[in-house]
């Protein structure tokens, strides 16, 4: 058998489960079919598997219900739907997986063939943090983090910056990059944010992690002069709204540094400012007369309204990466894209579509105006050592391509 990957099939149609577990076999990796979700969740627990396969119409519980709890575990392995279920449907799932921060929305439609299943089986495990960013350890995942690791990782320094490009679509050239805390545990290895933001927020010490993000951000961005140009965009968590001073901290902060607010966005996802429009309104109009930039992040995944949209002083609409994932395959998703860049020009802001996985999507965000792309077609997140020589290399490979043309 193939290295120690093991898929695990839920299926309720004996003859697919068979099939599957054939072809898996064949293909030189362990296999198991199992029909209901209780056997499921039990070999997930005690098998731990490398892949899963998982059929939407389920009697008891449905596809989504299945991928909510294995979000809820801190699931590692990477997941593929098998279905006969019309498209839309299937893209909807799948960007359902990718919402719930699983891994490698890969679809396996019915009947199953031999090569799209080896394809998938072939994936690696790590597949979205690999190379370039330590694979998180499957332990981390499964372990509590406290208020106490929290305050430890702050006072030790094992909170890191990574940063990723963000590039003009039409030129590729480089507009700026994206601030992106990585969490580097002595023992655990290392932590992504989705796994401790959440915690920060729930036990107060958000603003003590925004304040070691900026301080970094913002001392890097100071030394790196030969690129003034550049923009650093940090994320900013929808609780410090709340935080009476906070534009006010920020301004200084930037002082102290001596660098520019104009040269700084501030990303607020779209879900903590439809949580409180009011108080959202006065930081963020307070926060724009200082000079900062501001992105509404993770566009399309609340109920937020085009009215409170227009009423916010944003400069800057990021769709989420969810759709851009999903746009080589998804009609639906490259609709939503569109529209959303149309709406961010009608509203003078600018766009940036994140999640940009492939050179079809980035054709497409050029082909219908979109301003500006990031994604791991470009460059995935990378510690800040390696941005000056990515952005050399990068600045090479656009004068030999004009070059060619
Ligand atoms: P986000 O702000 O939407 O950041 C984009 C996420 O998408 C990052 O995940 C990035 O690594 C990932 N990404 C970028 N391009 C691609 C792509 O082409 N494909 C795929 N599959 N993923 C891509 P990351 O670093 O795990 O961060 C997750 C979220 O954690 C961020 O989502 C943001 O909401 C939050 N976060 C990260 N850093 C900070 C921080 O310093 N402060 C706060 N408050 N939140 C942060
Ligand atoms: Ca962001
Ligand atoms: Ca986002």
Not at 316 to 328: C, L
Request: with cysteine.
């Amino acid at each position: 058998m193939t290295g120690s990957r093991f898929v695990l099939i839920l299926d309720d149609e004996p003859a697919i489960c068979r099939g599957l577990v054939l072809f898996a076999n064949h293909l030189g990796v362990d296999a198991m079919a199992v029909s209901t979700h209780e056997e499921f969740f039990q070999e997930v627990s005690q098998r731990n598997p490398t892949h899963i396969i998982l059929d939407l119409r389920m009697p008891k519980m449905d596809g989504i219900e299945v991928l909510g709890e294995l979000a809820n575990r801190g699931c590692q392995a990477a997941i593929a739907i098998s279905s006969g279920s019309d498209d839309r449907l299937v893209a909807g799932v799948q960007r359902s997986i990718i919402a719930h921060g699983l891994k490698c929305a890969q679809l396996l439609p019915k009947p199953v063939s031999l090569a799209s299943l080896s394809a998938f089986l072939n994936l690696e495990v790590e597949d979205d943090r690999s190379t370039k960013e330590t694979a998180p350890t499957r332990k981390s995942a499964n372990l509590p983090i406290t208020e106490e690791d929290i305050r430890i990782a702050i006072s030790e320094n094992q909170f890191q910056i990574a940063l990723q490009p963000i590039v003009h679509c039409s030129t590729l050239a480089v507009k700026g990059f994206e601030t992106l805390i990585r969490w580097q545990h002595p023992i655990r290895g290392s932590i992504m944010p989705d796994q401790f933001i959440p915690h920060a927020e729930g036990c107060g010490l958000i603003d003590a992690v925004t304040d070691v993000v900026l301080d970094q951000a913002l001392s890097w961005l100071a030394q790196l002069s030969q690129f003034t140009e550049l923009s650093l965009s940090v994320n900013i968590s929808g609780k410090s709204q709340g935080v009476p001073g906070f534009p006010d901290m920020v301004e200084q902060k930037c002082r102290s540094f001596g660098v520019s607010p104009e040269l700084l966005t501030l990303e607020f996802t779209e879900t903590a400012v439809a949580e409180n429009p009011s108080l959202a309104l006065d930081v963020l109009t307070r926060l724009r007369l200082k000079g900062f930039e501001l992105s509404l992040d993770d566009f399309g995944m609340s109920s937020s309204t085009l009215a409170m949209l227009a009423n916010l002083p944003f400069t800057e609409m990021k769709s989420d990466k969810s759709f851009s994932m999903t746009a080589a395959t998804s009609k639906e998703s490259r609709a939503f894209i569109k529209s959303t860049v149309d709406l961010g020009h009608e509203l003078a802001l600018r766009t940036v579509a994140e999640g940009v996985e492939d050179q079809a999507t980035l054709d497409y965000l050029k082909a219908i105006g979109c301003d500006f792309a990031q994604g791991y077609f470009i460059a995935r997140p990378m510690p800040k050592e390696q941005v000056s020589g990515w952005i050399t290399q990068h600045s090479l490979s656009l004068v030999s391509l004009t070059q060619v043309c």
